[in-house]
């Protein structure tokens, strides 16, 4: 049977072919998903199975609005006499209807047995829920005493009853039970399912409870994002935005593709902000920690290398037709020439106007605020440090040049050597000829005199535009002159000033963004503006 999804604003509501067994709601806080899953739900009427592990470990009566399928399953055993109604957990209900089962069986097996000697013992629900629970939690053991559930944990004696149990244990048992309650074909509807879990089992909780049910089709309301994109050939729903007056939603289905992966995708609904993608690993690296603060009405995501950043960009801003959103990207300046930097720019890549992020944090306002923050003559650090930095940059000038030349060559045979050819002698004489018209030593000569103009000029955003040196913060002494330790107490007195939002931050931040050609103007909300109106126009 297809799903058909709730409506949309112009009236129209998505069908979800049959074929598709997994439906994953994403979207960002607010956007109206567990409306969304609620409306769903109520449309599919008996056919729908609620699964909340919130509500199930809680006590009901604080969450009359959130109804849950195990209810009624525990409604139509208690009205039948099976059993009594003496808990308000759903937990608990469930533990209490595989136990009652269990009763049955064994009281059905002593019967069949007294009749028929070679009778066995069937497998029950509670037989499967203690075997995959044991699996995912391997140094786990359970017990069933005197018609309740005890537990151990490894080589430990003692026993103890599951409100014990992590939160995280108890949700497991819970969506396992609950689970091989779910009537035939149904649609199953779970709200957070990595609520109480930790990221490294989530995946492997709902990969095992599909196997066990692979007749359900499962509709996931999620957080996470890692697991909206584990949930393979799913169908895969960006809610967007609720209208309460009209009882609609907007909301789209992200394409299968290819070319962008379910990372990007994710980054697409996590957040409402236009998406600025930057270099580094999102946790230690002063990219993640500085643009953050400076770029702050952008989602910012980190992607490890500069190529991952410039083809997410140009994969997401592909996609404008489907988010409307703008989104950009950062990578170091590095060795590139202007008319690399151009070009990248021209793609919605920002690249600033010195070498790396180290030289993001030297600087000339950015040294200057530090030094006078911390009660320091900021002319006489600024000097000083100014000066450091010029003479390092010296010791290193045909170092340095050799770098740029190494780059520049490498950077033309890229592009010239990508041609056709139709014989490897034809591929010898380009190759040749190339060697010639790059001229290495000619590029090489023109950098050392360049680099040596900026030392006897004193051209100090000269050299952070062309020296690539992560050791250049401890080398000028800045943290030292400024009244700190080490460079982490340096780039800590950085980021503390920007979090703080005053004045300071204020200078830090015109001086980095002027660094990448840009002027103090919002340019996130203006973008977002032009992305409306864009959509407007289709």
């Known amino acids: 049977m297809s799903i058909l999804l709730p409506p949309r604003k112009n009236g129209s509501g998505e069908l979800i072919p049959d074929s598709v067994k997994q439906i994953v709601i994403v979207g960002a806080n607010g956007a109206g998903k567990t409306r969304f899953a609620k409306a769903l739900a ?19 009566d604080y969450f009359d609005n959130i109804p849950s399928s195990v209810d009624s399953q525990w409604s139509a055993a208690v009205h039948g006499d099976r059993l009594h109604s003496g808990s308000n957990l759903q937990l608990d209900r469930v533990m209490a209807l595989l136990l009652h089962d269990e009763m049955l069986n064994l009281i059905g097996y002593k019967i069949h047995h007294a009749a028929n000697p070679d009778a066995k013992l069937r497998s ?36 103890y009853s599951a409100m014990k149990l992590s939160a995280g244990e108890r949700a497991v048992i819970y969506y396992l039970g609950a689970i091989l309650y779910a009537p035939r074909g149904c649609v199953v509807i779970v709200d957070s399912p990595e609520m109480f879990l930790h990221p490294s ?134 060795r590139r020439d202007q008319h690399e930097v151009e070009y990248l720019r021209s793609k919605n890549v920002m690249v600033p106007n010195v070498a790396e992020i180290e030289n993001i944090l030297m600087l000339e306002e950015v040294v200057r605020t530090v030094a006078s923050r911390r ?58 000829s190339l060697v010639h018209e790059i001229n290495a030593r000619g590029l090489y000569e023109n950098f050392c005199r360049q680099f040596r103009e900026y030392v006897n000029l004193g051209d100090y955003s000269g050299v952070l535009r062309v020296y690539n040196q992560k050791s250049m913060i401890p080398g000028s002494n800045v943290a030292s002159l400024c009244g700190l330790q080490t460079k982490d107490d340096y780039v800590k007195a950085i980021i503390n000033i920007l979090r703080e939002d005053g004045s300071d931050a204020a200078r830090i931040r015109q001086a980095v963004v002027h660094c990448f050609g840009l002027d103090e103007r919002p340019l996130a909300k203006e973008e977002c503006v032009q992305g409306k109106k864009s959509k407007r126009k289709q």
């Open 42 to 60: 109520e449309s599919l009427g008996d056919n729908a199975y609620r699964l909340s592990a919130l509500t199930a470990l809680m006590d009901r």
């Open 124 to 159: 029950t629900r509670l037989d499967k829920v203690i075997s995959v629970w044991q699996e995912l939690f391997p140094d786990n053991k359970v017990l069933i005493e005197s018609g309740k559930f005890l537990f151990t944990r490894g080589d430990e004696a003692e026993e």
């Open 201 to 334: 089992i989530t995946q492997s909780v709902w990969n095992r409870i599909e196997i066990l049910r692979p007749d359900l089709r499962y509709v996931f309301v999620t957080h996470d994002l890692d697991f909206a994109a584990s949930r393979e050939g799913a169908a895969m729903v960006w809610v967007r935005d609720f209208d309460p007056r009209t009882l609609t939603w907007q909301y789209e289905l992200l394409p299968h593709s290819s070319a962008i992966s379910e990372e990007l995708y994710m980054t697409i609904v996590g957040a409402r902000k236009p998406v600025l993608f930057i270099e580094g690993d999102g946790v230690h690296s002063i990219d993640s920690k500085l643009y953050p603060l400076i770029f702050k009405d952008y989602t910012v995501q980190s992607l490890g290398s500069c190529n991952k950043v410039i083809e997410a960009t140009r994969t997401f801003n592909d996609l404008n037709s489907l988010h409307h959103m703008a989104s950009r990207g950062i990578v170091d300046r590095d």
């Open 375 to 432: 009660g320091k003559d900021e002319n006489k650090v600024f000097d000083k440090v100014s000066r450091a930095i010029i003479t390092q940059f010296e010791g290193e000038l045909k170092q340095q040049a050799l770098q740029h030349t190494r780059h520049r060559v490498k950077r033309t045979m890229e592009c010239r050597i990508d041609g056709r050819f139709s014989s490897i002698g034809m591929l010898e004489k380009h190759m040749v």
